[in-house]
């Protein structure tokens, strides 16, 4: 069992970054594959990156590819994600998930979910 922990979601300004972070449970972290993916209102969640168990491998939405960066910290059980030039569209619940074997863009392969943080970029 993996327990996922959002933060560091907030309001920015368009332009600006944000840093998000996802801190796990568990004794295994490294053998996870960890994303990120997002839902808008109104709209269905979609991948915006991953990064493999080792952090040797990392896939990007093309939405975000050039200003987004996912890292982890395998000894501190943690993900990152580093948010530059951030646009009005980015605003959306931002979600952590974990998975083992899993296609990195397809949520549906992922096993675990943290509960989300709120990032807005107003207009």
């Known amino acids: 069992q993996v327990q996922l922990v959002e933060s560091g979601g907030g309001l920015v300004q368009a332009g600006g970054s944000l840093s998000l972070s996802c801190a796990a449970s568990?004794?295994?972290?490294?053998?996870?594959?960890m994303g990120w993916f997002r839902q808008a209102p109104g709209k269905e969640r979609e991948f915006v990156a991953a990064?493999?168990?080792?952090?040797?491998?990392?896939w990007y939405a093309s939405s975000v590819k050039g200003r987004f960066t996912i890292s982890r910290d395998n000894a501190e059980n943690t993900v990152h994600l580093q948010m530059n030039s951030l646009k009005p569209e980015d605003t959306a619940v931002y979600y952590c998930?974990?998975?083992?074997?899993?296609?990195?863009?397809?949520?549906?392969?992922?096993?675990?979910w943290g509960q989300g943080t709120q990032v807005n970029v107003p207009s």
């Open positions: 568990g004794r295994i972290f490294s053998r996870y594959t």
């Open positions: 998930a974990a998975g083992a074997g899993v296609v990195p863009s397809n949520g549906r392969t992922y096993d675990y």
């Open positions: 990064i493999s168990g080792s952090g040797g491998n990392t």
